[in-house]
């Protein structure tokens, strides 16, 4: 069992910045990919970023791409998400999301097998 813990939401202006964090413990893995998924009122849980842990290979939604940037801390096991240039359509509950298969990294959420809690973010206009 991974548990993982996120940390960093809050209200923010059009044009801020957060950095979502995300700590995992329990069982370990040798090769894993994290990610970040989120879920606006009344829409679909929608894939955001992900990390492969070895050797660090990223991937990100088109929406985010050039704004968030995902990377990991080895010896804290834990992953961020930093979130540049915020518009009020990236208000969501953020969960931190990990796969224990890194063959690839993969966008579904129903391929993660451990969730967060989620942390609310929330851009105003």
């Known amino acids: 069992q991974v548990q993982l813990a996120e940390s960093g939401g809050g209200l923010v202006q059009a044009g801020g910045s957060l950095r979502l964090s995300c700590a995992a413990s329990?069982?370990?893995?040798?090769?894993?990919?994290m990610g970040w998924f989120r879920q606006a009122p009344g829409k679909e849980r929608e894939f955001v970023a992900a990390?492969?842990?070895?050797?660090?290979?990223?991937y990100y939604a088109d929406s985010v791409k050039g704004r968030f940037t995902i990377s990991r801390d080895n010896f804290k096991n834990t992953v961020y998400l930093q979130m540049n240039s915020l518009t009020p359509e990236d208000t969501a509950i953020y969960y931190c999301?990990?796969?224990?298969?890194?063959?690839?990294?993969?966008?579904?959420?129903?391929?993660?097998?451990?969730w967060g809690q989620g942390t609310q973010v929330t851009v105003s206009s």
């Open positions: 329990g069982r370990t893995f040798s090769s894993f990919v």
């Open positions: 990390i492969r842990w070895s050797g660090g290979r990223t």
């Open positions: 999301a990990f796969d224990r298969s890194d063959y690839q990294i993969r966008t579904q959420f129903y391929a993660y097998d451990y």
